[in-house]
């Protein structure tokens, strides 16, 4: 495991990405973003007052932390700047000018603005915030990637199966926002993870399996039904994206059993990339590989918007935040290239 979050940190040192940090007054995130600025990984955004942050900076004895960008939404000399962009982007939806000048002081929408702009490349946040307040702005300003239409949650996941995957290593979406996606939204999230893995895993050639009970048929029913249009529809987007499916857990996993089962896949057996059908299976089934396997599960990592924003568990450790720093500027880096 310390050898892919070692190589995806060095990535991020050799292409340095700028990336906003809106809960700056959070000593988890003050505490990673120390470290990352001692070791290179990015250049912080540090959003929240200066000299508070300056002052918890002295107290935990965070001698790095001035070398971070600090800004202050309430007083930025670019506040009145991104609000018209926000007026801009909402006035359709209702905003007036005046609250967009009120929303642009919430680090949470300033920092999206920022990479609107062009002032910076990725955002991470969450330490404080829930999922839904960190995706709003997102949503709002950054929008989703073109070509698709959902956001979706992807788990890294480095397992104690080197026959599975990539030596073990296996991405497996939706985890984390999408409840129950429809055909084409399963198809969006099958190529949005596909390149999650390429940027991210490091994985050259993803080999995706839509998951389901059912392989090639061998059950009925309206759930294996959209698995089998999503197929179509994936096909027809990504033309050149490996996929299969409807597949078993362990016809995508399982050379003999993938052989057997869909004889002539060539993801059958082969797959390091899992879409399971809906939230509830993804949920359950990355938490089981992590408690019963007792695999690495990095993420969720969040894909399908135009810019890399993530979204942290309030329970996050200091090192899961300096990782998904990292990740978020392999996930910039990889938007910039397309």
């Given at each position: 495991?310390?050898?892919?979050?070692?190589?995806?940190?060095?990535?991020?040192?050799?292409?340095?990405?700028?990336?906003?940090?809106?809960?700056?007054?959070?000593?988890?995130?003050?505490?990673?973003?120390?470290?990352?600025?001692?070791?290179?990984?990015?250049?912080?955004?540090?959003?929240?007052n200066?000299s508070?942050?300056?002052?918890?900076?002295?107290?935990?004895?965070l001698?790095?932390?001035?070398?971070?960008t600090?800004?202050?939404?309430?007083?930025?000399?670019?506040?009145?700047?991104?609000?018209?962009?926000?007026?801009?982007?909402?006035?359709?939806?209702?905003?007036?000018?005046?609250?967009?000048?009120?929303?642009?002081e919430?680090?949470?929408?300033?920092?999206?603005?920022?990479?609107?702009n062009?002032?910076?490349?990725?955002?991470?946040?969450?330490?404080?915030?829930?999922?839904?307040?960190?995706?709003?702005?997102?949503?709002?300003?950054?929008?989703?990637?073109?070509?698709?239409?959902?956001?979706?949650?992807?788990?890294?996941?480095?397992?104690?199966a080197?026959?599975?995957?990539?030596?073990?290593?296996?991405?497996?979406?939706?985890?984390a926002?999408?409840?129950?996606p429809?055909?084409?939204?399963l198809?969006?999230?099958?190529?949005?993870?596909?390149?999650?893995?390429?940027?991210?895993?490091?994985?050259?050639?993803?080999?995706?399996?839509?998951?389901?009970?059912?392989?090639?048929?061998?059950?009925?029913?309206p759930?294996?039904?959209k698995?089998?249009?999503?197929?179509?529809?994936?096909?027809?987007?990504?033309?050149?994206?490996?996929?299969?499916?409807?597949?078993q857990?362990?016809?995508?996993?399982?050379?003999?059993?993938?052989?057997?089962?869909?004889?002539g896949?060539?993801?059958?057996?082969h797959a390091?990339?899992?879409?399971?059908?809906?939230l509830?299976?993804?949920n359950?089934?990355?938490?089981?590989?992590?408690?019963?396997?007792?695999?690495e599960?990095?993420?969720?990592?969040?894909?399908g918007?135009?810019?890399?924003?993530?979204?942290?568990?309030?329970?996050?450790?200091?090192?899961?935040?300096?990782?998904?720093?990292?990740?978020?500027?392999?996930?910039?880096?990889?938007?910039?290239?397309?």
């Amino acid at each position: 495991m310390m050898s892919l979050i070692n190589e995806i940190v060095k990535r991020a040192q050799d292409n340095r990405q700028r990336i906003v940090l809106p809960e700056g007054t959070e000593e988890r995130t003050l505490k990673a973003a120390n470290q990352l600025i001692t070791d290179g990984v990015a250049d912080l955004i540090l959003l929240g007052n200066p000299s508070e942050i300056k002052s918890l900076a002295k107290e935990w004895g965070l001698g790095n932390i001035e070398k971070a960008t600090i800004i202050d939404p309430a007083t930025s000399a670019q506040k009145e700047k991104y609000a018209n962009l926000l007026f801009d982007l909402r006035k359709s939806k209702g905003m007036t000018p005046e609250e967009a000048l009120k929303k642009v002081e919430d680090p949470l929408f300033f920092g999206c603005l920022m990479i609107k702009n062009g002032d910076a490349d990725g955002q991470l946040a969450g330490a404080r915030n829930t999922t839904g307040n960190v995706l709003r702005p997102a949503l709002q300003i950054i929008k989703t990637a073109p070509g698709i239409s959902c956001v979706s949650g992807a788990m890294l996941l480095l397992t104690k199966a080197p026959d599975c995957g990539q030596n073990g290593l296996l991405f497996m979406s939706d985890v984390a926002v999408t409840p129950d996606p429809t055909a084409e939204q399963l198809a969006e999230i099958a190529i949005s993870t596909a390149d999650t893995a390429q940027c991210v895993g490091g994985i050259k050639e993803p080999k995706v399996a839509l998951l389901s009970f059912s392989t090639k048929g061998s059950a009925s029913s309206p759930a294996v039904d959209k698995v089998v249009e999503a197929l179509k529809l994936a096909k027809a987007k990504a033309p050149h994206l490996l996929i299969d499916g409807e597949l078993q857990a362990d016809a995508a996993l399982v050379t003999s059993v993938g052989e057997t089962k869909a004889p002539g896949s060539a993801i059958a057996g082969h797959a390091n990339v899992l879409i399971v059908p809906n939230l509830e299976v993804g949920n359950i089934s990355y938490k089981l590989v992590q408690r019963l396997g007792h695999a690495e599960a990095v993420g969720p990592i969040l894909q399908g918007i135009a810019s890399p924003v993530n979204d942290l568990s309030r329970g996050c450790s200091i090192s899961d935040i300096y990782t998904m720093v990292a990740i978020t500027a392999n996930q910039a880096i990889a938007s910039k290239n397309k």
